[in-house]
């Protein structure tokens, strides 16, 4: 990420940066975790181009990592009122639900993210964890294996998912 930064810094003095340039800048920032400098990227793109889906959805992953829930629930909203069958942004309005600890409204964006997921020709493991870890948090670990088992048939190596069905099964027996 240094290197694409130095060289988009080198690119700018050349010529203006794009709202593309500054979502790819805000990216670098993220995985060097400054998240001050992502931010401002990502709201000089969304001046440049208010309706940038993909500059939304970073600003809220950016407000996510910092703790600005309300941030964070309006982009991924604002994402998903655009695009509703966009699973990473379901997803992750579900995590900044879960973390602002509306954890009803988080098990409806995960099974909405669920929802999406089964309808795609290309699935991913992830949805499913996240609805069956917040069911076993919540002491639902009957209604969580159904959803772990098919995060394990999309992803039969995946340890997370592994762990947390097992968790599961351990209530389930302990509650027996």
Known sequence: PAGSL???AQAAKLSPQTAADLVISAQDYLLTMDTLSAAQCLENALKLQPNDIEAVYQFGRVRY???RMDEAIASFERVLR???SRIK?????GLSLE?????EQALAAYQQAVN???????HSDRPYFYLGALLVKL????DAVPVLVRGLEVNPNSGK???VLGRAYFNLKKTA
């Open 116 to 122: 999406i997921d089964a309808a795609a020709s290309v």
């Open 65 to 67: 990592k910092q703790g």
């Open 6 to 8: 130095d060289a988009y």
């Open 161 to 163: 998912l592994h762990s």
């Open 89 to 93: 942004a379901q997803e992750n309005l």
């Open 99 to 103: 973390r602002y600890g509306q954890l």
């Open 139 to 142: 002491g639902r670990s009957q």
């Open 82 to 84: 655009s695009d509703p």
